[in-house]
């Protein structure tokens, strides 16, 4: 059974930072790709941030692009999501995902597995 549990997410102040942590189980996680989401409070889930493993390809919306990045521990099944120069409009809940043909997609339909949500407020 693929699962996905995303954990870090707190309460930080305007330029503060983070580092939310998914760790996966149930499949080969080398054959995936791994992508982290958000959804704030009345607005649809977007996609933050995505790595293929199988090549090591990554890509980061523009709109956090230079303050966020993505990585991964193969060996421990863990994706990070280092979250810098956080702003109030970075707030939201953020989920990390997973499939195997998502390739560098952040679109959620591509993404067939998803874990639980962790909150991340910013404060001005």
């Known amino acids: 059974e693929v699962q996905l549990q995303a954990s870090g997410g707190g309460s930080v102040q305007t330029g503060g930072y983070l580092r939310l942590s998914c760790v996966a189980s149930?499949?080969?996680?080398?054959?995936?790709?791994i992508g982290w989401f958000r959804q704030a409070p009345g607005k649809e889930r977007e996609g933050v941030a995505c790595?293929?493993?199988?090549?090591?390809?990554?890509y980061i919306a523009s709109s956090v692009r230079g303050r966020f990045t993505i990585s991964t521990d193969n060996a421990q099944n863990m994706a990070y999501l280092q979250m810098n120069g956080l702003r109030p409009e970075d707030t939201a809940v953020y989920y990390c995902?997973?499939?195997?043909?998502?390739?560098?997609?952040?679109?959620?339909?591509?993404?067939?597995?998803w874990g639980q949500g962790t909150q991340v407020t910013v404060s001005s």
């Open positions: 995902a997973a499939d195997r043909t998502a390739l560098r997609s952040t679109r959620l339909s591509d993404y067939g597995y």
């Open positions: 149930g499949f080969r996680f080398d054959d995936y790709t």
């Open positions: 790595k293929q493993l199988s090549d090591g390809s990554i």
